[in-house]
C-alpha cells in the first residue's frame, strides 16, 4: 500500500526546544517537499529536496532545516530559531521536480508550542 | 509578487447543484496547474490538473477550465454532494521549476 507517512499526528512543544518531524514515502519518488499551513491560509514552501542529499530552500526556511540522506525519508526540524513555530506541516512527494507531477500529500503533522 | 488567489473565501451550495470556484493566477509563464481538496485536519488530496497548452480538462464529476488570456482558471464539480464539502487549493507550477503556488483557499459548503 504505497503512499507517504507523517508522525506523529499531533506534537506538543515547550519553547526554546528543537522538534524533529518525520516523513516517509514508498512511492519511489524522487522529489520530496515541506510546507506549514496556517489557519485559513494556503500552503507555503518551507524547503524541498530534488535527489537524495541534496534540498533548497523554500519561501520560508528560516528556523527550520532538513535532511534527505535517503530516497524515501526527508525530515523537519523546527529549531528554536523558529519564532512562531505553531501550525500545521504538510509533507509531499513527487516523480520528479518540475515537469507535469502533481504533489501527493501526507496526512500531515499538528505542531502546537506550549 | 508572484501569487495564486481564489475569488471567494466561502462558497454555498444546494447538493445536487453545480458548483463553479475560481482562481486567479498572476504569473504568465506558469504552465501546469493543479486543484485540491482539503478536508479538516487531513492533507490535500489531488483533484485534477491541466497543462497551459490546454483549455479545458474533465475528470470524474469535474471540470478544469484554463483561460490564459485573463489569467483564470476554474473548477467545475457536477451534482455536488455532501462529500464535497472541503477546502479548495489552487495551485499554479512552472515546470522547470518543480515548485506549487498555492492560493488561499475556497470554502465550500453543500447544503442539504
Known amino acids: 500500500d504505497g503512499g507517504i507517512t507523517q508522525s506523529p499526528k499531533y506534537l506538543f512543544r515547550k519553547e526554546g526546544q528543537n522538534v524533529t518531524l518525520s516523513c516517509e514515502q514508498n512511492l519511489n519518488h524522487d522529489a520530496m517537499y515541506w510546507y506549514r499551513q496556517d489557519p485559513g491560509q494556503g500552503l507555503r514552501l518551507i524547503y524541498y529536496?530534488?535527489?537524495?542529499?541534496?534540498?533548497q530552500k523554500g519561501d520560508i526556511a528560516e528556523g527550520y532545516s532538513v535532511s534527505r540522506e535517503k530516497k524515501e525519508s526527508f525530515p523537519l526540524t523546527v529549531t528554536s530559531a523558529q519564532k512562531n513555530p505553531t501550525a500545521f506541516y504538510l509533507c509531499?512527494?513527487?516523480?520528479?521536480?518540475?515537469?507535469?507531477?502533481?504533489?501527493?500529500f501526507g496526512p500531515g503533522t499538528r505542531l502546537t508550542v506550549l | 509578487g508572484e501569487s495564486v488567489g481564489l475569488h471567494l473565501p466561502t462558497l454555498s451550495v444546494q447538493e445536487g447543484d453545480n458548483s463553479i470556484i475560481n482562481c486567479a493566477y498572476s504569473n504568465s509563464a506558469s504552465d501546469y496547474f493543479i486543484w485540491y481538496k482539503q478536508e479538516s485536519g487531513k492533507g490535500p488530496q489531488f483533484i485534477i490538473d491541466?497543462?497551459?497548452?490546454?483549455d479545458k480538462r474533465q475528470g470524474q464529476r469535474v471540470t478544469v477550465l484554463l483561460n490564459k488570456t485573463v489569467k483564470h482558471l476554474s473548477l467545475q464539480i457536477a451534482a455536488t454532494q455532501p462529500g464535497d464539502s472541503a477546502v479548495y487549493f489552487c495551485a499554479e507550477s512552472r515546470s522547470n521549476t518543480g515548485k506549487l503556488i498555492f492560493g488561499q483557499g475556497t470554502t465550500l459548503q453543500v447544503k442539504p
Open positions: 529536496s530534488q535527489i537524495v542529499n541534496d534540498f
Open positions: 491541466i497543462r497551459s497548452n490546454m
Open positions: 509531499a512527494s513527487s516523480i520528479v521536480a518540475g515537469g507535469y507531477n502533481e504533489q501527493f
